[in-house]
């Protein structure tokens, strides 16, 4: 799909940087006041740091991941990306 996510890049204070399938590429911010239940791992930086693509999503270790088509509308319009 055209969203699918083929390289991610941590950055500082809880940000991605992602590149789609189809080109599209920009920051993505992620509230860690949202980082509850399965994603409170997250909060951690050093954990957050070993984030992954796999199968077109950005993962991390214990199959933590986050939906690749609110993350591309966030990069193509400005959308907030809420952690699920």
Do not use: N
Not at 56 to 75: K, N, R, S
């Amino acid at each position: 799909m055209y969203w699918d996510v083929v390289e991610v890049k941590p950055q500082s204070d809880y940000c991605l940087f992602v590149r789609f399938a189809d080109g599209t590429e920009g920051r993505i911010r992620l509230s860690p006041s949202e980082f509850t239940g399965v994603l409170a791992p997250l909060k951690d930086r050093a954990f957050f740091d070993q984030a992954f693509v796999d199968h077109g999503a950005v993962t991390w270790p214990g199959e933590i991941d986050l939906a690749p088509d609110a993350m591309y509308e966030q990069v193509k319009h400005g959308s907030p990306v809420r952690a699920k």
